[in-house]
């Protein structure tokens, strides 16, 4: 069922990257397998003249077929984790405002591409509508790294705060000019990082365990309103989605 929810980093993320900076290393790992679909109202597919409109229903009807299109060499099998993240709104001024809070959380490229044509239709003064996109065959990749951008950048640093803090004194770090550009790489990560840690991000959140089949049954309960004609929509599939799902608060 969908709800409305509020997406951040974990605690977690935040607390070890505080003991790693103070030189306690802590294992943790924000890395997520598998793999995703995703689609939004620039998506290619049926075009009509009264306007480029998508509602959440029509978004999801797209994900229900390819759910259930044992033609895709690619459709995972048996039992998994779906977790999908909609962003969806009635006004083209809120939709922009929602993706780019969440394209700094998923920097995804259905979110990222979005966020652009949106920018450019609010522009417009005629638009096009997309009913039911269309997706091609196969639509699922094959099962690979999906990890956030915002996660592995976060990741990146805890790994140089890390080794930094394994590392054994060096008598020339000392030196000024080293101490200059490691101060200046500490702060552009600082700031990177306190970004993403302080993102929070509303949007429409779905989550099961099952087969694709049984997702497909019931991932249309509780959508959010048509009147919400801008939708973005993603939806990651995968044996462990944990490092995601961890996202809600």
Request: charged share 20%.
């Amino acid at each position: 069922m969908w709800k409305k929810q509020k997406l951040q980093l974990p605690p977690q993320a935040k607390a070890t990257l505080q003991n790693a900076q103070k030189g306690i290393i802590s294992p943790f790992s924000l890395s997520v397998q598998g793999t995703k679909l995703g689609l939004h109202n620039w998506t290619h597919g049926i075009r009509e003249d009264s306007g480029r409109y998508l509602s959440p229903e029509n978004a999801v009807k797209v994900i229900q077929a390819k759910f259930t299109d044992y033609s895709d060499p690619n459709r995972p099998k048996g039992e998994v984790q779906c977790f999908a993240v909609m962003v969806a709104s009635a006004k083209i001024e809120d939709f922009i405002t929602a993706l780019e809070k969440a394209s700094v959380l998923l920097p995804y490229p259905e979110f990222k591409q979005a966020l652009d044509y949106a920018k450019s239709q609010q522009k417009l003064n005629e638009t096009k509508m997309v009913k039911m996109p269309t997706m091609g065959n196969p639509s699922f990749l094959p099962s690979a790294d999906i990890t956030p951008q915002s996660s592995r950048s976060l990741q990146a640093v805890m790994r140089n705060a890390n080794a930094t803090a394994a590392a054994s004194p060096d008598p020339m770090a000392m030196l000024a000019q080293l101490k200059a550009k490691k101060a200046e790489r500490e702060q552009k990560n600082l700031e990177k990082t306190t970004a993403l840690l302080n993102a929070v991000v509303e949007a429409y959140c779905y989550q099961k365990t099952a087969s694709l089949e049984q997702i497909a049954l019931e991932i249309n309960q509780n959508l959010p309103n048509a009147n919400n004609i801008f939708t973005a929509l993603i939806v990651f599939v995968g044996a462990d989605l944990s490092n995601l799902t961890g996202m809600i608060q």
